[in-house]
T-cell receptor
Framework: AQSVTQPDIHITVSEGASLELRCNYS??????LFWYVQSPGQGLQLLLK??????LVQGIKGFEAEFKRSQSSFNLRKPSVHWSDAAEYFC????????????FGTGTRLKVLA | DSGVTQTPKHLITATGQRVTLRCSPR?????VYWYQQSLDQGLQFLIQ???????AKGNILERFSAQQFPDLHSELNLSSLELGDSALYFC???????????FGPGTRLTVT
């Protein structure tokens, strides 16, 4: 069955440190891939997306993500985390072949230490 | 501001009651999605409409129903409410079936 896995439920980093949030998907073809961020009490906001082409995509707020087909992964990275990055991050995939589906991962909650 | 509006922002009601949540998508977006977010269940996809037609169904209970109207706004109807239905309900919209979704601010439903 198709699925999206975010193996880290919680991650804590110090301000200024680098960040990598993991996302793996299970699907026979390459889906469309997305990362969203949700600040407390807010709706989700798109950080970046991958449809095709260059496997390293740049997003808003200094985030980037790399698609690795061989690993079925789409990990989110940021070189230097700011306190305002504390939020919950969701990976999502859109399955475009056969039955349409849009699947969200379970989220990773990021805590930033001052 | 995503351009997606949801009303009401907060709703408090009693068990057994029925409520309607409303969503207006971004201008030009044809697809509307409904999600339920709670502490124990996380973000759960409920249902999706595209240009007035139901296109995908997720973990939506039979007590819940939705529709998308000709002007593309959507309503989510929740009936015979139970305590466990207390959650944040999000609406999102996208220009088509595959593209990124823009989320509204949510409706917080409290069932007492």
């Amino acid at each position: 069955a198709q699925s999206v896995t975010q193996p880290d439920i919680h991650i804590t980093v110090s301000e200024g440190a680098s960040l990598e949030l993991r996302c793996n998907y299970s699907y026979g073809a390459t889906p469309y891939l997305f990362w969203y961020v949700q600040s407390p009490g807010q709706g989700l906001q798109l950080l970046l997306k991958y449809f095709s082409g260059d496997t390293l995509v740049q997003g808003i707020k200094g985030f980037e993500a790399e698609f690795k087909r061989s690993q079925s992964s789409f990990n989110l990275r940021k070189p230097s985390v700011h306190w305002s990055d504390a939020a919950e991050y969701f990976c999502a995939v859109a399955l475009t072949s056969g039955t349409y589906k849009y699947i969200f991962g379970t989220g990773t909650r990021l805590k930033v230490l001052a | 501001d995503s351009g997606v509006t949801q009303t009401p922002k907060h709703l408090i009601t009693a068990t057994g009651q029925r409520v309607t949540l409303r969503c207006s998508p971004r201008s030009g977006d044809l697809s509307v999605y409904w999600y339920q977010q709670s502490l124990d269940q996380g973000l759960q996809f409920l249902i999706q409409y595209y240009n007035g037609e139901e296109r995908a169904k997720g973990n939506i209970l039979e007590r819940f129903s939705a529709q998308q109207f000709p002007d593309l706004h959507s309503e989510l109807n929740l009936s015979s409410l139970e305590l466990g239905d207390s959650a944040l309900y999000f609406c999102a919209s996208s220009v088509d079936l595959w593209n990124e979704q823009y989320f509204g601010p949510g409706t917080r439903l409290t069932v007492t």
